[in-house]
């Protein structure tokens, strides 16, 4: 397989002493043309050489978080810790994404407080998320991606009551978080 970007090596920042590398397109791809400089990565881990996936701007991505398929990080947003942004999903603008957060499908988030995530929830200690889409909130939990009715019915159908409450109070946490 064909690289489509490499880590500029003479063009870093550093962010809490781990060093970021500025990437630079090596072939055309999406809406990105060869020669053309992305945002910032710790490392080739974090940004997949497939797909349409892309860091531009001041942006920057490091730890194990990871951005693929055609999903983008710009503007001055930044994903890290062991975070997924993948699918069509756009995170940019002052957006903070980190933790286990997964953010996919259609997802656009501009600002810090158009995502939440809980972790250590459910029978299976895993993390929720809950994100702004093209069509309104979004929730995702485990394999599970949907909107907010879609996720509370099918909670209703399979889990016993405790876990039920549990992920309707962190969806009331959610929404008032995210829509004020």
């Known amino acids: 397989m064909q690289k489509k970007y490499e880590l500029l090596k003479d063009d870093t920042k550093e962010y809490f002493g781990i060093t970021l590398y500025r990437i630079k397109a090596l072939i055309s791809f999406g809406v990105v043309v060869a020669g053309e400089l992305g945002g910032y990565i710790e490392a080739e881990k974090n940004l997949d050489q497939s797909g349409d996936a892309w860091v531009s701007g001041n942006a920057w991505v490091c730890g194990d978080a990871r951005v693929c398929g055609d999903a983008w990080v710009c503007g001055n947003a930044w994903v890290s810790g062991n975070a997924r942004v993948y699918g069509n999903a756009r995170v940019s603008g002052n957006a903070e994404v980190y933790g286990n957060a997964e953010v996919r499908s259609c997802a656009i988030i501009s600002e810090r407080k158009m995502i939440f995530w809980a972790s250590n929830v459910g029978p299976e200690n895993g993390t929720l998320t809950v994100f ?49």
């Open 132 to 180: 702004n889409g093209k069509d309104g909130l979004i929730v995702t939990r485990g394999c599970f991606t949907g909107t907010v009715d879609e996720f509370l019915a099918k909670s209703a159908e399979v889990h016993d009551e405790k876990t039920k409450r549990e992920y309707e109070l962190l969806i009331e946490v959610a929404k008032s978080r995210i829509l004020g």
